[in-house]
T-cell receptor
Framework: AQSVTQLGSHVSVSEGALVLLRCNYS??????LFWYVQYPNQGLQLLLK??????LVKGINGFEAEFKKSETSFHLTKPSAHMSDAAEYFC????????????FGSGTRLQVQP | NAGVTQTPKFRVLKTGQSMTLLCAQD?????MYWYRQDPGMGLRLIHY???????AKGEVPDGYNVSRLKKQNFLLGLESAAPSQTSVYFC??????????????FGPGTRLLVL
């Protein structure tokens, strides 16, 4: 069975600083991995996804993530944080084949200080 | 396109009452899902559907039932609400055509409080 671990339930950075949100996964098959963002009182929006094409994946709003099989990691980064990046971020792994549901990590709340 | 919509947005129930949450999508997606979100636990799968007329259990199905009579709609029912079902409920849909790498699109959520 797949599982996802997100280290750090809360991360605080200064505006303009590097953002690093950690995600480690466990999967018995090569995974499909996703990062979703949830702004306050909203649904989840896809940031980026890894589908085995390229290990460095670029997403929306300047975010990117690197798939490292040897470390079973898929950490999310952004070189320079903006106030509008304050949100909760979820890493997820997809079942396949079959139901194709997502197994989510517990989430990391990103706070950006002025 | 409206994407995925959910009704109602917020509801307060008393223990033992019943209700139905409605999810609708206008993207002609085959797959639909109901998740619940609780603090510190991420989202957990309640039930899902891989096509019209089919439903199946997820990780936390107890106390919930679902129906998918029309392709665009996925209903989640609580027959006898309990305080443990206080949560935020999200519906999602996906095309089901890319072997698990397709994007899931989420609705705005329904906040349910059971007293």
């Amino acid at each position: 069975a797949q599982s996802v671990t997100q280290l750090g339930s809360h991360v605080s950075v200064s505006e303009g600083a590097l953002v690093l949100l950690r995600c480690n996964y466990s999967s018995s098959v090569p995974p499909y991995l996703f990062w979703y963002v949830q702004y306050p009182n909203q649904g989840l929006q896809l940031l980026l996804k890894y589908t085995s094409a390229a290990t460095l994946v670029k997403g929306i709003n300047g975010f990117e993530a690197e798939f490292k099989k040897s470390e079973t990691s898929f950490h999310l980064t952004k070189p320079s944080a903006h106030m509008s990046d304050a949100a909760e971020y979820f890493c997820a792994v997809s079942d396949r084949p079959g139901r194709r549901a997502l197994t989510f990590g517990s989430g990391t709340r990103l706070q950006v200080q002025p | 396109n409206a994407g995925v919509t959910q009704t109602p947005k917020f509801r307060v129930l008393k223990t033992g009452q019943s209700m139905t949450l409605l999810c609708a999508q206008d993207m002609n997606h085959e797959y639909m899902y109901w998740y619940r979100q609780d603090p510190g636990m991420g989202l957990r799968l309640i039930h899902y559907s891989v096509g019209e007329g089919t439903t199946a259990k997820g990780e936390v199905p107890d106390g919930y039932n679902v129906s998918r009579l029309k392709k665009q709609n996925f209903l989640l029912g609580l027959e006898s609400a309990a305080p443990s079902q206080t949560s935020v409920y999200f519906c999602a849909s996906s095309s089901g055509t890319s072997g698990g790498q397709e994007t899931q699109y989420f609705g705005p959520g329904t906040r349910l409080l059971v007293l």
